[in-house]
């Protein structure tokens, strides 16, 4: 079975960069898969721009599904690996295929029936809110191609490898630069669909990506013996991977009900604003994709490395992690400060959308330090299994203090957007300090467990 990189052996600074940056590539390429779909929302009309931009929230609820149960399935996988258990693995991965197949469906019909109310309490009216249905409908629509990737993906990081969801990243951009203008505009058969040419564009990436990242976890051997009859749920399997699974999609969906927050405040502001946040988030992603990287990388090598019982290492992973995405977000912050202006004109000329971006990005660029900490600190509590304080940050930082704190600067002092701003600073901020805090308190307890049972050279390393 090849389990590409070795994560329990290999230097940890070098193991970081081998995951890490394809991941940042790979994200990098996902990042202008969405600004080309911005790109051209933007020539529809203002109004599809602002559906696309509504439509974020809703949309992140498939991410927030995928990506919990793919948190919860590396997690798993990884420790079997790393206790020398290759065929427990080799199982939990074909659970994972049914486990994520399943919850494709679920989340595709439970979409379709709620996109409704959830624009209609986002504010959407008008032509605004016909758009933002006619968009999320497709994507509802192939929810079960999204699931799978993710589902896929984490089988190959369990094992390291981070290249292959890369590759079908990278690839998928420049499908959906032909597949956009052609199912948006029409031609070679194809009418003109308008905005929800944008959303087929993307499911059927999705669907594409679906047949390349099952050859390549074929080829990684985790499922070079598989039989459809181990795709019938398993209790156990089952269980376990709700276990681990669940907190991180809570805590993921905890992000998506912040947007929605931040969303239904910008709203009050009028379509400019909505639109220059929905285009700064875009600008923000970009500068978070080392961090983004970071954190597969740090959720797999703690996965595997505390399956195999050697804490040295994972106390190392988090303190690298740490410095390394500390350092890049210090030249994050300095380039979204003073490139502002430049970045938002690249995707509006509206004056107005151009000033609103330029005093979010402003403020927003001195939280990308507490988004590394927060990031790496919730990987490394879920690669040791432990996705529970995670979710109590996620609901402290996104729904329990985001609500007044916006309230109080946004209406009761009048600062209007510049209230939302800064509210978002105040909470980031208080979530990344809980989280690192707790973060040491737990590395110093590995610390002493490795001085008191070390692991034997060699034990569990299959």
């Known amino acids: 079975m090849n389990h590409g990189h070795d994560l329990l052996k290999q230097p940890i600074p070098l193991l970081i960069r081998k995951l890490a940056v394809p991941t940042s590539v790979g994200y990098f390429f996902n990042t202008m898969f969405n600004v080309v779909d911005t790109f051209y929302g933007g020539r529809v009309s203002t109004d599809a721009l602002a559906a696309l931009s509504l439509s974020f929230p809703v949309f992140f609820l498939i991410i927030a599904i995928g990506a919990g149960i793919s948190t919860g399935a590396t997690a798993l996988i990884g420790h079997a690996l790393g206790e020398g258990d290759g065929e427990g693995a080799r199982r939990l991965a074909c659970q994972t295929v049914s486990f994520g197949l399943l919850h494709g469906v679920l989340v595709g019909l439970l979409g379709l029936y709620l996109a409704p109310l959830l624009f209609t309490i986002l504010g959407a009216k008008g032509e605004v809110l016909d758009l933002a249905l006619q968009y999320m409908t497709t994507i509802f629509s192939g929810s079960i191609f999204f699931l799978v990737n993710y589902v896929l993906n984490s089988i190959l990081t369990s094992t390291g490898d981070s290249r292959s969801f890369r590759n079908f990243l990278v690839s998928g951009f420049f499908l959906n630069l032909v597949f956009d203008p052609w199912f948006l505009y029409g031609g070679l058969g194809i009418p003109p669909l308008g905005l929800p040419g944008i959303a087929w564009a993307t499911v059927l990436v999705q669907a594409l990506g679906n047949c390349y990242m099952a050859v390549r976890v074929r080829q990684s051997g985790m499922l070079s013996r598989f039989r459809w009859r181990e795709l019938l749920p398993d209790r156990r399997a089952y269980w376990q991977l709700a276990k681990q699974g669940f907190p991180s999609s809570l805590n993921m969906m905890t992000v998506a009900i912040g947007i929605f927050v931040i969303t239904w405040f910008v709203a009050r502001f009028g379509s400019d604003a909505v639109a220059a946040y929905g285009i700064a988030t875009r600008i923000e992603q970009i500068a978070l994709l080392p961090v983004m990287g970071m954190n597969v990388a740090t959720l797999a090598l703690v996965a595997q490395n505390s399956g195999a019982r050697q804490w040295e290492r994972v106390v190392e992973v988090i303190y690298s992690a740490l410095r390394a995405g500390i350092i890049l977000m210090a030249c994050g912050t300095a380039a979204a400060f003073f490139g502002a202006g430049l970045l938002v004109r ?117």
Request: aromatic share 14%.
């Open 346 to 462: 690249l995707f509006s000329s509206d004056p107005e959308v151009v000033r609103i971006g330029i005093s979010y990005l402003r403020i927003e660029a001195f939280v990308f330090i507490a988004y590394v900490i927060l990031y790496t600190s919730v990987a490394v509590l879920q690669g040791l299994k432990r996705p529970v304080f995670p979710l109590m940050i996620g609901l402290m930082r996104q729904i329990v203090l985001p609500i007044p704190v916006f309230y109080l600067l946004a209406v009761v002092l009048g600062w209007g957007l510049y209230g939302i701003w800064w509210g978002i600073f105040i909470v980031t901020w208080t979530g990344a300090l809980t989280a690192l805090y707790y973060v040491i308190r737990l590395a110093a307890q590995l610390n002493r467990r490795e001085a008191v049972s070390p692991r034997p050279p060699g034990e569990g390393q299959g």
